[in-house]
C-alpha cells in the first residue's frame, strides 16, 4: 500500500527554534544581539524616520520585509534622499547596505545540526507519509534539517505551472 501524500506548509515561525527570528521580531532580535554597537543610535534615528514616513502608506518598518521594501522603494525613487541625523548611513542605498548586514547577522548562515532544534523532527513524518513542503522562509533552516534527517530534498518548479 502506498504512503498518503502530506503538504506540509513551513512559515516564518519554524525557524524559530534554530533562533532565528521572524521577520516582525527582526529590530527586537537585532537590538539584543547587540550587533550594531556605536551604530544602534543612528539605526533607531533610521528607523523612526522609515517609520514615519512609511506611515503614509500603511507599512510597518519594523518588519523586516517592509523596511527593505520601503528603503528599496526610497533609492529607486529618490536616490539622493538623505536621512536626518544618520551621517554613516544617510542614503536608501547606505541604509539598504546596512540592514543586508544585519539580515546576514541574523540568519545565522553558520548553523550547524545540533543548532536546528526541533526542526529536523518534522521529518519524523516522513515514516508514515510521501511528504512534501511548502516554505515561505528565508533562510535555509528546512533544507538543513533535512540533510540532518538523511533526507533527499529536491526543489521543484511545479508552482510555476499555473
Request: glycine content about 6%; charged content about 20%; aromatic content about 10%.
Given at each position: 500500500?502506498p504512503?498518503?501524500?502530506?503538504?506540509i506548509?513551513?512559515?516564518?515561525?519554524?525557524?524559530?527554534?534554530?533562533?532565528?527570528p521572524?521577520?516582525?521580531?527582526?529590530?527586537?532580535?537585532?537590538r539584543?544581539?547587540?550587533?550594531?554597537?556605536?551604530?544602534?543610535?543612528?539605526?533607531?534615528?533610521?528607523?523612526l524616520?522609515?517609520?514615519?514616513?512609511?506611515?503614509?502608506i500603511?507599512?510597518?518598518?519594523?518588519?523586516?520585509?517592509?523596511?527593505?521594501?520601503?528603503l528599496s522603494?526610497?533609492?529607486?525613487?529618490?536616490?539622493d534622499?538623505?536621512?536626518?541625523?544618520?551621517?554613516?548611513?544617510?542614503?536608501?542605498?547606505?541604509?539598504?547596505?546596512l540592514?543586508?548586514?544585519?539580515?546576514?547577522?541574523?540568519?545565522?548562515?553558520?548553523?550547524?545540526?545540533?543548532?536546528?532544534?526541533?526542526?529536523?523532527?518534522?521529518?519524523?513524518a516522513?515514516?508514515?507519509?510521501?511528504?512534501?513542503?511548502?516554505?515561505?522562509?528565508?533562510?535555509v533552516?528546512?533544507e538543513?534539517?533535512?540533510?540532518?534527517?538523511?533526507?533527499?530534498?529536491?526543489?521543484?518548479?511545479?508552482?510555476?505551472?499555473?
Amino acid at each position: 500500500m502506498p504512503k498518503p501524500k502530506l503538504v506540509i506548509f513551513c512559515g516564518a515561525g519554524f525557524s524559530t527554534t534554530a533562533g532565528i527570528p521572524v521577520m516582525s521580531e527582526f529590530t527586537n532580535k537585532l537590538r539584543a544581539s547587540e550587533f550594531l554597537g556605536e551604530n544602534q543610535a543612528e539605526f533607531d534615528r533610521l528607523l523612526l524616520q522609515c517609520e514615519a514616513m512609511g506611515m503614509l502608506i500603511g507599512a510597518n518598518t519594523r518588519n523586516l520585509e517592509q523596511l527593505s521594501s520601503f528603503l528599496s522603494v526610497l533609492n529607486l525613487t529618490r536616490p539622493d534622499f538623505e536621512f536626518n541625523n544618520c551621517p554613516q548611513f544617510g542614503k536608501p542605498s547606505e541604509a539598504i547596505k546596512l540592514i543586508d548586514r544585519c539580515i546576514r547577522r541574523l540568519v545565522r548562515y553558520d548553523l550547524n545540526i545540533q543548532q536546528l532544534g526541533e526542526a529536523v523532527s518534522i521529518f519524523d513524518a516522513a515514516h508514515f507519509a510521501d511528504l512534501s513542503f511548502v516554505t515561505t522562509n528565508y533562510d535555509v533552516v528546512l533544507e538543513l534539517a533535512g540533510w540532518a534527517a538523511r533526507r533527499r530534498m529536491r526543489p521543484t518548479d511545479d508552482i510555476y505551472a499555473a
